[in-house]
């Protein structure tokens, strides 16, 4: 089994910057893409930013510019800094790994159990 687990959210003025972090332990045979994902209340889950073992990134167009991601393979943790924060960007993020627990297994999607990020104007 594998386990994700964020941290680093938290309360920050509007203009503000935070770092989350994401790390995956456990039965981890590869890991291939890790990302961030986003859900406000009310609101569907959408993809902020991810990375692939290729070093592929791709990033939501309301984020570009803000927000960096970056991982750490030897650690099996993804970063997303968070820069010029925005009320809107008030959500829970979430982290997803996807990756094979063996390599008889096919790629699966774990994720963590979210990190609230509070943006004040």
């Known amino acids: 089994q594998v386990q994700v687990v964020e941290s680093g959210g938290g309360l920050v003025q509007a203009g503000g910057s935070l770092r989350l972090s994401c790390a995956a332990s456990g039965s981890i045979f590869s890991i291939n893409a890790m990302g961030w994902f986003r859900q406000a209340p009310g609101k569907q889950r959408d993809l902020v930013a991810e990375?692939?073992?290729?070093?592929?990134?791709n990033y939501a167009d309301s984020v570009k510019g803000r927000f960096t991601i970056a991982r750490d393979n030897a650690k099996n943790t993804v970063y997303l800094q968070m820069n010029s924060l925005k009320p809107e960007d008030t959500a829970v993020y979430y982290c997803?790994?996807?990756?094979?627990?063996?390599?008889?297994?096919?790629?699966?999607?774990?994720w963590g159990q979210g990190t609230q990020v509070t943006v004040s104007s």
């Open positions: 997803c790994t996807t990756a094979r627990s063996n390599g008889a297994t096919p790629l699966y999607d774990y």
């Open positions: 990375l692939s073992s290729g070093g592929i990134t």
